[in-house]
């Protein structure tokens, strides 16, 4: 399994960025998750999208900003962020879950067992 992430840049704050996540392999996967890191903090759970029925989950700190969706055709979710604020500077990780994962758990590092590469989101103000 590869997941292969970008859309990363630099923005002003109240901008939008779309960040894509290409997921390829023989392994299928129930859930695909974004993450953030930033320096000298643990990597914080962001949203989680449910393959094929498309349920979709937020933190808090995200809710009614970012979107996140997937296009089964293209094998790709997408974290589709809005109103953007400085404290959403991060590297963005997506994730596929790992087998026997259930809903309860997708906010946790441990359900995941792919991670994509990062995409580096700059929020200045």
């Known amino acids: 399994v590869q997941l292969q992430a970008s859309g990363g840049g630099l923005v002003q704050a109240g901008g939008s960025l779309r960040l894509s996540c290409v997921y390829s392999?023989?392994?299928?996967?129930?859930?695909v998750g974004w993450f953030r890191h930033t320096p000298g903090k643990e990597r914080e759970f962001v949203s989680v999208?449910?393959?094929?029925?498309?349920?979709?989950y937020y933190a808090d700190s995200v809710k009614g900003r970012f979107t996140i969706s997937n296009d089964k055709a293209e094998n790709t979710v997408y974290l589709q962020m809005n109103s953007l604020k400085p404290e959403d500077t991060a590297v963005y990780y997506c994730?596929?879950?790992?087998?026997?994962?259930?809903?309860?758990?997708?906010?946790?590092?441990?359900?995941?067992?792919?991670w994509g590469q990062g995409t580096q989101v700059t929020v200045s103000s």
């Open positions: 999208v449910e393959w094929r029925s498309g349920y979709t």
């Open positions: 392999g023989r392994t299928s996967t129930r859930y």
């Open positions: 994730a596929a879950s790992r087998p026997g994962t259930i809903t309860s758990q997708t906010r946790r590092l441990e359900s995941y067992a792919f």
